[in-house]
């Protein structure tokens, strides 16, 4: 089975810390996600990657950067947090970024005081 | 641009009876539909796909869902419903006449009751 691991199960920070999320996924997928959930809005996409050192911005990249150095491991940034990043961020990995599913690691929940 | 509604917050359902989850979509495309579980304080967790050929499509947990092209839709459903059932669940489409990302609707909730 293919296992996606978060850093952190909860997380609070300052407002202005610089904040990492990482990710890690053991099956070897090329491509791998970040969203963040909010209750009403669903998942929504923050920036992905298809590749080592590669990364495209989602719907939602303000405020946030990501790092890729190696095939199985994601960072997401939060360059300096703020309250408006309090929310569930979900790491996601596919096979492929088409007709493969993709699989979700278990959440960090950020609250930003 | 496309898109994905779940036009239901929670949906009610007692334990044994069929249930279903609605989920319409918008694409210029064809195109490829997941639904996606999740249950409390975790991950979510991959249902079922609709990618191509028959529209009734079967997935984990007794889950089944049908692709309706003409009415843009993709329901979730299971005949029989269990309490263990109750969880969030996500409807998530891709246009693959783009290079466009997954989009998820917003989520319904399944509340199934003895």
């Known amino acids: 089975d293919v296992k996606v691991t978060q850093s952190s199960r909860y997380l609070v920070k300052r407002t202005g810390e610089k904040v990492f999320l990482e990710c890690v996924q053991d099956m070897d997928h090329e491509n791998m996600f970040w969203y963040r959930q909010d209750p009403g809005l669903g998942l929504r996409l923050i920036y992905f990657s298809y590749d080592v050192k590669m990364k495209e911005k989602g719907d939602i990249p303000e405020g946030y950067s990501v790092s890729r150095e190696k095939k199985e491991r994601f960072s997401l940034i939060l360059e300096s947090a703020s309250t408006n990043q309090t929310s569930m961020y979900l790491c996601?990995?596919?096979?492929?970024?088409?007709?493969?599913?993709?699989?979700f690691g278990p959440g960090t929940r950020l609250t930003v005081t | 641009a496309q898109s994905v509604a779940q036009p239901e917050d929670q949906v009610n359902v007692a334990e044994g009876n069929p249930l279903t989850v609605k989920c319409t979509y918008s694409v210029s495309g064809n195109p490829y539909l997941f639904w996606y579980v999740q249950y409390p304080n975790r991950g979510l967790q991959f249902l079922l796909k609709?990618?191509?050929?028959?529209?009734l499509v079967k997935g984990s947990y007794g889950f089944e869902a049908e692709f309706n092209k003409s009415q843009t839709s993709f329901h979730l459903k299971k005949p029989s419903a269990l309490v263990s059932d109750s969880a969030l669940y996500f409807c998530a489409v891709r246009d693959t006449g783009t290079a466009s990302k997954l989009t998820f609707g917003t989520g319904t909730r399944l509340q199934v009751t003895l």
């Open positions: 996601a990995s596919s096979l492929h970024p088409t007709a493969h599913e993709q699989y």
């Open positions: 609709y990618i191509t050929g028959d529209n």
